[in-house]
């Protein structure tokens, strides 16, 4: 399936692998914005005391499978 088809997968909360991967049992799956607490003083200096992050997955292919 294209990466359109596998993002509304991830969406769904499935987890998708792509054909092409060779260990078994890798998959990726979606994480949605979020924030926390920023806890080390790196985190801190650079974010405040609240680190935000946008919604991420990291691959975009053509090749990918619903895991079961």
Same mark, same amino acid.
């Given at each position: 399936?294209?990466f359109?088809k596998?993002?509304e997968?991830?969406? +769904?909360?499935k987890? %998708?692998?792509? @054909?092409?991967?060779?260990?078994?049992g890798?998959?990726?799956?979606?994480v949605?914005?979020n924030?926390?607490? +920023?806890l080390?003083? %790196?985190?801190? @200096?650079?974010?405040?005391?609240t680190?935000?992050?946008?919604?991420y997955l990291?691959?975009?292919?053509?090749?990918?499978?619903?895991?079961?």
């Amino acid at each position: 399936m294209d990466f359109g088809k596998a993002l509304e997968n991830l969406k +769904s909360n499935k987890k %998708v692998t792509r @054909k092409g991967w060779n260990g078994k049992g890798q998959f990726v799956y979606y994480v949605p914005s979020n924030e926390y607490d +920023s806890l080390t003083d %790196v985190a801190k @200096k650079s974010f405040g005391s609240t680190t935000r992050y946008n919604a991420y997955l990291a691959i975009l292919a053509e090749d990918w499978e619903v895991v079961e």
